[in-house]
């Protein structure tokens, strides 16, 4: 979670921090609520645990995908270092020419 | 006692390393995301207070805590894609 965090700071890009921090701070939010459920045994604070991990795991992802599809939409621009921007090419196109660097 | 401290020291650098992002992030997608994942981490305070003091109602706060923060990450998404709230 802390290495998920720091790749949001150090990274350049805004799809870069979204793709370390969303996964790395799920799993760790969910390792915890695991712990618990280990911890308490079978008690009304390990169904609630349960239910929290349900949530997340919904939840995250989607929100992650609603950011990322809304920061593409509002024009933020990639970094120096990509290599292939698939969401600009045409998806009919089978064969993409991923050679010639995005704009 | 020593792993309580060591949780609790991890969770505080990941918020300030959050809080940082949302204070220097040079775009407003920068601050979204850091906002979401700042949710998150405030779920495993939750988990923590709520292993060290036993009361069930901070794992109550935390499912709350996750569902507003998803509410806040996809208005926050509908905001930047230049959407209003009502489509």
Known sequence: MVLGCLGLVRLPDVYNRLQAA????????CSM???????KGFSPMSGKALLCIVFILITSPTSAHALA??????????????VCDYYKLDPNQENCNCDEPSA | MFYDILFLFALIASVSMCLY???????????????????????GFCVLSAL???NDFYL???????????????????FLEGRRYDD
């Not at chain 1, 609520?33 to 911890?39: C, E, P, R, S, T």
């Not at chain 2, 992002?21 to 998150?40: E, K, N």
């Not at chain 2, 109550?60 to 509908?78: P, Q, R, Y």
């Open chain 2, 52 to 54: 060290k003091t036993g």
């Open chain 2, 60 to 78: 109550d706060v935390a499912l709350a805590w996750t569902l507003i923060s998803f509410i806040g990450g996809i208005s926050l998404a509908k």
């Open chain 2, 21 to 43: 992002r949302i204070g220097m992030g040079p775009t407003p997608p920068d601050r979204g995301v850091a906002i979401d994942i700042l949710g998150t981490v405030m779920v």
């Open chain 1, 69 to 82: 599809r809304g920061a593409y939409k509002s024009k933020v621009k990639l970094c120096n270092g990509t």
């Open chain 1, 33 to 39: 609520l695991i712990g618990v459920i280990i911890q």
């Open chain 1, 22 to 29: 969303t996964k790395c701070v799920t799993l760790g939010v």
